[in-house]
Nanobody, 125 residues
Framework: EVQLVESGGGLVQPGGSLRLSCAAS????????MSWVRQAPGKGLEWVST????????YYAESMKGRFTISRDNAKNTLYLQMNSLKSEDTAVYYC??????????????????WGQGTQVTVSS
């Protein structure tokens, strides 16, 4: 059974940092690219970042470039998202998602097949 369990969310002041983790199980972790996707209150899903199975390719949404860093530890079956210089507009539930199909050359994702339950990030003074 595939499981994705996020952790690390919380309340942080503007300008602060958080590191999210996603513990994966039930599949061969390094065979699959992974993404972080977020959903702000009252809004739809927003793609944040993607990393290839071996970690060699990464992609970011424009508004996250330079502030967020996606990484993975395949020995620990864990995906990470380091978030720095957080802004109030980063407030959202953050989900990790397993990618079923994508184009590694362009970063275009065709299909996700599993999602975690999400972790809340609130950026507020």
């Amino acid at each position: 059974e595939v499981q994705l369990v996020e952790s690390g969310g919380g309340l942080v002041q503007p300008g602060g940092s958080l590191r999210l983790s996603c513990a994966a199980s039930g599949f061969t972790f390094d065979d699959y690219a992974m993404s972080w996707v977020r959903q702000a209150p009252g809004k739809g899903l927003e793609w944040v970042s993607t990393i290839s199975g071996n970690g060699g390719s990464t992609y970011y949404a424009e508004s996250m470039k330079g502030r967020f860093t996606i990484s993975r530890d395949n020995a620990k079956n864990t995906l990470y998202l380091q978030m720095n210089s957080l802004k109030s507009e980063d407030t959202a539930v953050y989900y990790c998602a397993k990618i079923l199909s994508w184009n590694e050359n362009t970063g275009w994702i065709n299909e996700y097949d599993y999602w975690g339950q999400g972790t809340q990030v609130t950026v507020s003074s």
